[in-house]
């Protein structure tokens, strides 16, 4: 996952997991001197939520003396979540999650770049990914199997290389760590959690894994042995620039800006 020399960007929300990664991974390059850290926050602009979280996740750079960026979605698109959602409730479009994902995801990608990273770690566990596997089949779109894995490497110089620590970890454990080093993090759930469809599979699996302990990594397992297989299916795809902001995709359009085309929201810092 990670080399003596790398320069890692480690996507820090402010809640339990990211924390917790933030100070496993500064524990373990202190003892690797040319590798680097830093980390970056997204302030998607929910009122109410993401403020606290920032100021944790500030707190907890300053504590370990790690280097602190953080990016929001108005200076990058132009609008908060909280506006895009206004405007997706009026044309009845995709959930708050939904959205609020995807420019994440560029947004984190577009920093680690150009914070000179070469790494991108993010805190996705065990239970994360388990629901990302089900909802990939959920949605009919097994095909974005092949890329739930821990270490995504990247060849081209736009996409930062992906590295998930925390990939096979349960959440129940990551939490724990954060108690028992009395890490402080944020508590509170975003406002709009309860719409996603994610939060109804989280709670099923929480469900199944109390009463069969031990299913959530054999859910991950089953998946991990057919990824091979799925690859061989989507081997060829090429990556080619999105028409609107250059980032890589595999259409003329990323799935930032077609979201973001979708609501009119045409104002944007790649759109100029
Ligand atoms: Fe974004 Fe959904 Fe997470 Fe809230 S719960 S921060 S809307 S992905
Ligand atoms: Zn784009």
Request: overall charge positive; aromatic content about 4%; charged content about 25%.
């Amino acid at each position: 996952m990670l080399r003596p020399n790398d320069r890692i960007a480690v996507a820090v929300s402010g809640g339990k997991d990211s924390v917790s990664l933030l100070h496993i991974l500064h524990r373990i390059e202190k003892r690797f001197p040319r590798a680097q850290l830093i980390a970056i926050s997204v302030d998607e602009g929910i009122r109410g939520y993401r403020e606290e979280a920032l100021k944790i996740a500030h707190e907890n750079c300053r504590r370990l003396g790690v280097e602190h960026v953080t990016v929001s979605f108005d200076e990058l698109y132009g609008e908060s979540l909280d506006s895009i959602i206004r405007r997706s409730r009026s044309h009845g479009k995709l959930t708050p999650c939904a959205y609020c994902g995807v420019l994440r995801r560029k947004a984190l990608n577009t920093t680690a770049r150009e914070t000179g990273s070469n790494k991108l770690a993010t805190a996705h566990n065990l239970d994360d990914e388990v629901q990302t596997m089900l909802l990939n089949v959920v949605h009919g779109d097994p095909w974005r199997l092949a890329r739930v894995e821990p270490v995504l490497t990247s060849e081209h110089l736009k996409l930062v290389s992906r590295v998930k620590p925390l990939f096979s970890v349960p959440e129940v454990e990551t939490a724990l760590y954060a108690y028992l080093m009395e890490i402080r993090f944020q508590t509170v759930p975003c406002p709009y959690v309860s719409e996603s469809l994610r939060n109804d599979i989280r709670t099923v699996l929480n469900g199944l894994e109390v009463k069969h302990p031990g299913m959530k990594l054999t859910v991950l397992r089953s998946f991990e042995r057919i990824r091979s297989a799925l690859k061989e299916k989507i081997e060829g795809v090429q990556l080619r620039e999105c028409e609107v902001c250059g980032e890589l995709t595999v259409g003329s359009l990323c799935r930032s800006c077609l979201s973001l085309m979708d609501l009119g929201v045409v104002k944007s810092k790649q759109q100029g």
